[in-house]
T-cell receptor, first 113, second 114 residues
Framework: KNQVEQSPQSLIILEGKNCTLQCNYTVSPFSNLRWYKQDTGRGPVSLTIMTFSENTKSNGRYTATLDADTKQSSLHITASQLSDSASYICVVSGMDSNYQLIWGAGTKLIIKP | DAGVIQSPRHEVTEMGQEVTLRCKPISGHNSLFWYRQTMMRGLELLIYFNNNVPIDDSGMPEDRFSAKMPNASFSTLKIQPSEPRDSAVYFC???FGRGENTIYFGEGSWLTVV
């Protein structure tokens, strides 16, 4: 069964610190992996999208890595800010149908001043 | 660019009433998605349109739900009759291509059925 699992479920860190969120997936054949940020009460916003041939992609203070062999991805946030408080969702699509996204449950990140 | 525009942002309705949610995708995008998000089930794809044609409606929960896309700049999701278990946030999203590119989400329509 195609699944996406994220860890940790929630995370609290101090402003200015770095953190890394994890994503494991079993989707096969794999097409691409996305990270979305969802603020409370808002729609998801895309951070990165990576195909199997890419192993790292950055978007400002966000850096995503992908290991297609082990089916693992991580999202690293550098120098966290209060505005980084949100849910971060890992999303995977298979080659069978690119539009059918398999959504992880998300990691709820809280940044404390 | 205004992004994906949804209306209404919030709706409270009584059980049995008809609910219509509206969406204007980003200009130039040819794929449109309707999602539902709840705490229990997360984000679920309800229906996917490509070039205004419904490609996959397997996520539509039951016959009470219907969606249309009469042209490239407008789509509706209708629930008739509404039930309390339909209470959720409904997101419209759009992208260029067939889903392989970035998918942009609207701010959602928060539906409460009492």
């Amino acid at each position: 069964k195609n699944q996406v699992e994220q860890s940790p479920q929630s995370l609290i860190i101090l402003e200015g610190k770095n953190c890394t969120l994890q994503c494991n997936y079993t989707v096969s054949p794999f097409s691409n992996l996305r990270w979305y940020k969802q603020d409370t009460g808002r729609g998801p916003v895309s951070l990165t999208i990576m195909t199997f041939s890419e192993n790292t992609k950055s978007n400002g203070r966000y850096t995503a890595t992908l290991d297609a062999d082990t089916k693992q991805s991580s999202l690293h946030i550098t120098a966290s800010q209060l505005s980084d408080s949100a849910s971060y969702i890992c999303v995977v699509s298979g080659m069978d149908s690119n539009y059918q996204l398999i959504w992880g449950a998300g990691t709820k990140l809280i940044i404390k001043p | 660019d205004a992004g994906v525009i949804q209306s209404p942002r919030h709706e409270v309705t009584e059980m049995g009433q008809e609910v219509t949610l509206r969406c204007k995708p980003i200009s130039g995008h040819n794929s449109l998605f309707w999602y539902r998000q709840t705490m229990m089930r997360g984000l679920e794809l309800l229906i996917y349109f490509n070039n205004n044609v419904p490609i996959d409606d397997s996520g539509m929960p039951e016959d009470r739900f219907s969606a249309k896309m009469p042209n490239a700049s407008f789509s509706t999701l209708k629930i008739q009759p509404s039930e309390p278990r339909d209470s959720a946030v409904y997101f419209c999203a759009s992208s260029f291509g067939r889903g392989e590119n970035t998918i942009y989400f609207g701010e959602g329509s928060w539906l409460t059925v009492v």
